[in-house]
């Protein structure tokens, strides 16, 4: 099936007054999100897209010239995407498999040439041990300070089985070694840490370590190593606030779209496929992500007793879970490291005459229900006659909104923070005008008796 086949079953729904079928719509939405490379074109979008030619068609009566037009308009489209490939096969399907088996057979090296960066990009793939063979594509991208590109490469998809994945995963928590970080929080051999009655929140909502973008489509490149070092740069400025303020226990909600996707498939819990912006190799994202949250975790230690809890996003559900287990297993006989066994979508923290909420915001994007959900949910309401503050943490949305509701003379009300994502912007976004915003990682500090509230935040 293609665009303009498409497009005239659309034709005759219309002509029938038939009810367009909801998976007809699914269907094409997932075609079209494949055409343009995008991590999604939803349902509306292509019956916006389809309606807005059907109506010019019918203003037309018709017309077979018009019809001509709209099918070839819908015909470039589809070579956006598949290039010149020739749909050779019976039922004149292409296939994300027929588009890299023609695109790998491209000449990158002789592009590269025409481009005038031959030797920037033999010299990059030396670098980075990349045979040419492997190079699925190579995105250019013109600017005034030159021509810049981005070398995606054939990833091997074989499967482990179970078992091979399993040994994988024991041999990577077998040979982490914890880091020795005394010289980085106390360097000298006298100092000593006092505890302050204060608990502190360092939120990283919506990282999206696997998320990559390219220069050509956007204003920036990232890849998962970039992403690892922007990440653990910003956590090591973020800790040294928490340290100055010298805590008695970190929470780290860990999760809240950790990651870009959901598993193998390459696509979110849903099943929303985000091929071409996600690193490929989704085990090796899994275990760079697990060390990287072990790292943090193990300089947090040298702060103050640490609190895991585990957010699962919509991207990212069953990986979080995964997390949640590795976790345990890493650190069942540390004292200073309580790993929370719990994957509920709204969790809850009593520090003193403070109560904390936690939820990655997809299924609370109504503020004003915040209050009453943490009133009635049998994990915070009884606390809630005991409290003098209130605060609940969210994300999803990628950008900052704070709200208060229920003031009154004796409760300060409920806060509510929807946080700022930390990821980079992708061809979506970007295209959308969603690039704006800064990426920055939390730190919130708050006394045991809710008088003092403290927040720093590191701009990414």
């Known amino acids: 099936m293609n665009l303009k086949r498409y497009f005239k079953e659309y034709i005759e729904f219309q002509k029938s007054s038939e009810v367009v079928p909801t998976g007809f719509w699914i269907d094409v939405a997932n075609y079209w999100s494949e055409t343009e490379g995008n991590e999604r074109v939803d349902n509306d979008i292509v019956r916006k897209r389809f309606y807005r030619r059907f109506k010019k068609l019918k203003k037309a009566n018709y017309s077979d010239d018009v019809l001509d037009d709209i099918l070839k308009e819908l015909d470039e489209d589809d070579k956006t995407y598949y290039g010149s490939l020739v ?37 990059f793939l030396k670098e980075h041990n990349i045979r040419e063979e492997d190079v699925v594509n190579v995105y250019f991208k013109q600017k005034a ?20 994945v399993k040994e994988e995963f024991i041999k990577s928590l077998e040979e982490y070694k914890v880091p020795d970080y005394s010289k980085t929080f106390f360097p000298d051999d006298d100092s000593e840490f006092v ?8 939120n990283a909502f919506d990282a999206h370590l696997d998320k990559i973008t390219f220069i050509d489509t956007t204003d920036s490149e990232s890849s998962l190593d970039s992403n690892i070092e922007q990440f653990e740069r910003a956590f090591d400025k973020i800790l ?38 996600v690193y490929p190799n989704y085990r090796e994202s899994f275990r760079k992500g697990l060390n990287l949250l072990r790292r943090c975790i193990d300089k947090m230690r040298f702060i103050a007793p640490v609190e895991l809890r585990f957010i699962r996003g919509n991207h990212d559900s069953d990986q979080i879970s ?57 994990e915070s309401k009884k606390h809630w006659s005991d409290i003098d503050l209130a605060v609940f943490f969210l994300g999803d949305i990628h950008h900052e909104k704070k709200y208060k509701y229920m003031d009154s003379v004796d409760f300060g ?41 403290i927040e720093f935040k590191t701009n990414i």
């Open 87 to 123: 749909d050779t096969y019976t039922d004149n399907k292409v296939n994300q498999h027929d588009y890299e088996e023609y695109i790998t057979k491209k000449n990158w090296s002789k592009e590269a040439e025409n481009e005038g960066v031959a030797d920037s990009y033999q010299a």
């Open 145 to 164: 300070s030159g021509t810049y590109f981005t070398v995606q490469k054939k990833y091997d998809t074989e499967e482990l089985s179970q078992e091979e």
């Open 195 to 202: 505890y302050k009655e204060r608990v502190c929140f360092i």
């Open 240 to 277: 040294r606030h928490a340290q100055n303020e010298e805590p008695e226990l970190i929470v780290f909600p860990i999760g809240n779209d950790y990651f870009h996707v959901n598993g193998s498939e390459l696509a979110t819990k849903k099943g929303t496929e985000m091929k071409g912006s």
């Open 322 to 378: 995964y997390l949640l287990e590795c976790l345990l297993l890493a650190y069942e006989d540390q004292d200073d490291v309580n790993v929370v066994d719990n994957i509920k979508s709204r969790q809850y923290k009593r520090y003193g005459k403070c109560l904390f909420g936690m939820a990655h915001g997809d299924k609370e994007r109504r503020a004003s229900q915040i209050p009453q959900r943490m009133s009635t949910d049998a």
């Open 413 to 453: 009300g409920v806060h509510v923070k929807f946080l700022r994502s930390m990821s980079q912007t992708d061809t979506w976004h970007w295209e959308k005008g969603f690039n704006g915003g800064l990426k920055t990682l939390y730190c919130f500090v708050y006394s045991k008796d809710g008088k003092e509230e």
